[in-house]
């Protein structure tokens, strides 16, 4: 299984949205609403902030949304603050028993 | 609070075998609801999960390093571990233990370790 294609960096100002995309196949990505994203800031252990496509963990803010189109989904981050700037990894299971990660986005606060 | 806590050898020679602890506290390691996995990242790089293990033994691996991987559990330490063999320096990477929310939610990693740093170089 190959990883799954994000776009290497996004940006965006202070209250803006910025939007990641992440392709898979029709293995992992469009075959199971599975899709989880994790933000991770430098020297620190990714979070959780994103489960099943579209669900928020409890304390992540509505500020982050998720969704999902075929082989590809997304993350929306919408009115950016500062401490969104971070890498965001996406994640999917991809059948027997197996997960497959994101190549990683870094999303820059301008 | 559950807390994940990895430990082990930060430098391993090739050929060699790289081998991690992951010690729970704060929950229970033989909880039915859970599995307890290994990601690592190569510095500058992305996640690639490595494996999950049941309390009862039951572990899955992710194919590209299932022939090089033993994951392992001891419910009586609340512990779990990672052994990879004939390591390279493409296995360099910051390991980390988490749990994995597989039984009741799939591909749900909420709890992780602060990651370990093993470098592979003679």
């Known amino acids: 299984q190959s990883a799954l294609t994000q776009p290497p960096s996004a940006s965006g100002s202070p209250g803006q949205s910025v939007t990641i995309s992440c392709t898979g196949t029709?293995?992992?990505?469009?075959?199971?609403?599975?899709v989880s994203w994790y933000q991770q800031h430098p020297g620190k252990a990714p979070k959780l902030i994103i489960y099943?496509?579209?669900k928020r963990p409890s304390g992540v803010p509505d500020r982050f949304s998720g969704s999902k189109s075929g082989n590809t989904a997304s993350l929306t981050v919408s009115g950016l603050q500062a401490e969104d700037e971070a890498d965001y990894y996406c994640s999917s299971y991809a059948g027997s028993n197996n997960y497959v990660f994101g190549t990683g986005t870094k999303v820059t606060v301008l | 609070q559950l807390q994940l806590q990895e430990s082990g050898p930060g430098l391993v020679k090739p050929s060699e075998t790289l081998s991690l602890t992951c010690t729970v506290s704060g929950g229970s390691i033989s909880s039915s609801s859970y599995y307890w996995g290994w990601i690592r990242q190569p510095p500058g790089k992305g996640l690639e999960w490595i494996g999950s293990?049941?309390?009862?033994?039951?572990?899955y691996y992710t194919p590209s390093l299932k022939s090089r991987v033993t994951i392992s559990v001891d419910t009586s330490k609340n512990q779990f571990s990672l052994k990879l063999s004939s390591v390279t320096a493409a296995d360099t990477a910051v390991y980390y233990c988490?749990?994995?929310?597989?039984?009741?939610?799939?591909?749900?990693?909420?709890?992780w370790g602060q990651g370990t740093l093993v470098t592979v170089s003679s």
């Open positions: 293990i049941y309390y009862s033994g039951s572990a």
């Open positions: 988490a749990r994995d929310d597989r039984v009741h939610n799939w591909n749900v990693f909420e709890y």
């Open positions: 099943e496509v579209s």
């Open positions: 029709s293995s992992d990505v469009g075959g199971y609403n599975y």
